[in-house]
């Protein structure tokens, strides 16, 4: 299986950036798709963007031009380049795995990192 762990969460004023990270270490075949989500108390756990093994990028519509997810080149770690950030963009930040049924590897998330914009 997979672990995951997050880290770069910080505070920060508003325009400014961060980089989130998230390192994986098990096996690698079970290491992509990789996900990016955030939550806040009382709210679900809201999808921002994920990356395929080959590189192709998905994005949520809340941070489409601000946010970008690339990978290591020894793909083991993704990470998430987040710039203009806005207030509304506070919440803990969660790394997660998500490989298809077909290959038998359960979906693994991270323990989170939070960011606080203000």
């Known amino acids: 299986h997979v672990q995951l762990v997050e880290s770069g969460g910080d505070s920060v004023q508003a325009g400014g950036s961060l980089r989130l990270s998230c390192g994986a270490s098990g096996n690698t075949y079970c290491m992509y798709p990789r996900a990016w989500y955030r939550q806040n108390p009382g709210k679900e756990r809201e999808f921002i963007a994920s990356i395929e093994r080959d590189g192709t990028t998905t994005y949520g519509d809340s941070v489409k031009g601000r946010f970008t997810v690339s990978q290591a080149e020894n793909k083991n770690t993704v990470y998430l380049q987040m710039n203009s950030l806005k207030p509304e963009d506070t919440a803990q930040y969660y790394c997660?795995?998500?490989?298809?049924?077909?290959?038998?590897?359960?979906?693994?998330w991270g323990q989170g990192t939070q960011v606080t914009v203000s």
């Open positions: 997660k795995t998500d490989p298809p049924t077909v290959t038998g590897c359960p979906p693994r």
